[in-house]
């Protein structure tokens, strides 16, 4: 998403800086060539950071954007020490009274998000859900959350979709994307796809990720004896044939913030069914044509509505995706949301 970003700011209005705190890994390539690079030289946010910081300094942005939990932490702690321009916007991009929960590090970072959320010159929430979370339970002024939508590059999803051929069989292929971690809830689909099974035999259902939780998800498959219908296929680098091909592509989470599976499954024409789970996903879907969501973890439901979708016919290659998540309208948002923050909107 903020690959996406990078790539399409208005080069007359911004002169983007990417800071990097280990400057490694896929999207490094997809970065334009004029976007500066900074590495912290460390792989640990600990070990870069103090890099990271004489660059800030020397650099004297006018406005420093983050968009990782732990990195907005740093960012935020370090304010006091930054030039008096510089202004300073994080994003939460997930529910975090939820998602801290799950985190070892819970206690630590509730601390720390009401103290320094609150501290923040805005904060980013990719959806309404996300925004009364991080005003209800941290502290942070509802004027000082700017609701801003993901932006989806729906060329380059379709030119790379169509790049890769078809991974799938006959029959109908049901999707999902996302790490394998207890938040997904691939436990529960994988649950719903033993239920369905029953009823069809050409089923198959692709998981695309990778994650702490695949042992225990390859053991339930094998327990259910959906080897041959459940495939685990790892991380890919270019996913969207996965999406661009699939009959459905289903939502299985337990909580989420913006999903941008679903929003990229929708550019690509595929309608998403799922979980109506907590978060920003019921804010995505406009009519029934792109998909519809059920009750959280109503396994029975998500049944239905895969059964319900699967008897219709979709044309291929027609884009689901609203238009206020296309490219040019999400920046535009952007962009006037930061040129505000900098007193220059």
């Not at 996965?242 to 690509?268: I, K, M, Q, T």
Request: glycine letters at 8%; proline letters at 7%; hydrophobic letters at 40%.
């Amino acid at each position: 998403m903020f690959v996406n970003l990078l790539r399409s700011l208005d080069r007359r209005l911004f002169e983007p800086v990417c800071l990097l705190v280990d400057a490694s890994g896929p999207y490094l390539e997809l970065l334009p060539d004029d976007v500066r690079r900074v590495a912290g030289g460390g792989r640990r946010l600990v070990r870069s950071w103090p890099t990271l910081l004489r660059a800030l300094r020397s650099l004297r942005p006018d406005l420093l954007v983050s968009t990782v939990p732990h990195v907005n932490l740093a960012a935020l702690l370090s304010k006091p020490f930054l030039p008096k321009r510089t202004r300073v916007v994080v994003r939460e991009s997930n529910v975090a009274s939820i998602s801290l929960r799950t985190d070892r590090r819970a206690p630590f970072f509730k601390v720390f998000y009401r103290g320094l959320y609150p501290r923040a010159d805005a904060v980013v929430a990719p959806g309404q859900a996300v925004k009364e979370d991080l005003v209800r339970w941290f502290g942070v002024r509802d004027e000082r959350v700017l609701v801003l939508p993901n932006p989806v590059d729906t060329a380059a999803v379709e030119r790379q979709a169509r790049s890769g051929g078809n991974p799938y069989c006959q029959g109908l292929n049901l999707v999902s994307v996302g790490s394998l971690t207890v938040q997904k809830g691939f436990d529960l689909l994988i649950k719903a796809v033993a239920h369905l099974v029953r009823g069809r035999s050409d089923l198959c259902l692709t998981i695309v990720g990778e994650g702490p939780e695949r042992p225990r998800l390859e053991e339930r498959i094998r327990s259910l004896g959906l080897g041959s219908i459940v495939r685990l296929a790892g991380m890919q680098v270019n996913p969207y044939p996965y999406l661009f091909h699939a009959d459905l592509y289903v939502l299985s989470s337990r909580w989420e913030g913006l999903p941008n599976a679903v929003l990229e499954s929708l550019a690509c024409g595929t309608p998403v069914v799922g979980f109506h789970c907590p978060g920003c996903a019921g804010e995505i879907l406009e009519s029934p044509r792109q998909g519809m969501l059920v009750a959280p973890g109503d396994v029975k439901a998500l049944v239905r509505a895969v059964d319900y979708y699967a008897r219709g016919e979709r044309p291929k290659g027609r884009s689901l995706l609203p238009a206020r998540f296309h490219l040019e309208t999400a920046v535009a948002r952007y962009q006037e949301a930061f040129l505000e923050v900098m007193g220059l909107g």
